[in-house]
């Protein structure tokens, strides 16, 4: 089974960057797909981007379009989430999670192996 840890989180001033990143353990990485999550306090758990297995594609939510970018370092067991341009309502604890299942409708009971969660805080 999978282990995920992501870190990079902290405190970051409104409009500045942070990279997130999600290390796996395990070989097979490079063999499934991946994604973020984040929730913030009182809300529920809201998608933020996936990526395929080789890197190829990636889908974010409206919310995070043009301003968050994911990749991945198969070789290096890890996935990145850079985030440009943060607002205070990008504030929440991000998750990683292995694809379990590929849809168009991105849900996430779709996803597994999550991560414990790093804290991102966007001061205004």
Known sequence: QVQLVESGGGLV??????RLSCGASGRTFSSYGMGWFRQAPGKE???VGRIT???????????????????RDNAKNTMYLQMNSLKPEDTAVYYCARVTLWRATIVASDFGSWGQGTQVT???
């Open 122 to 124: 966007v001061s205004s």
């Open 13 to 18: 001033q409104a409009g500045g960057s942070l």
């Open 53 to 71: 297995s080789s890197g190829s594609r990636t889908d974010y939510a409206d919310s995070v379009k043009g301003r968050f970018t994911i990749s």
């Open 45 to 47: 758990r809201e998608f």
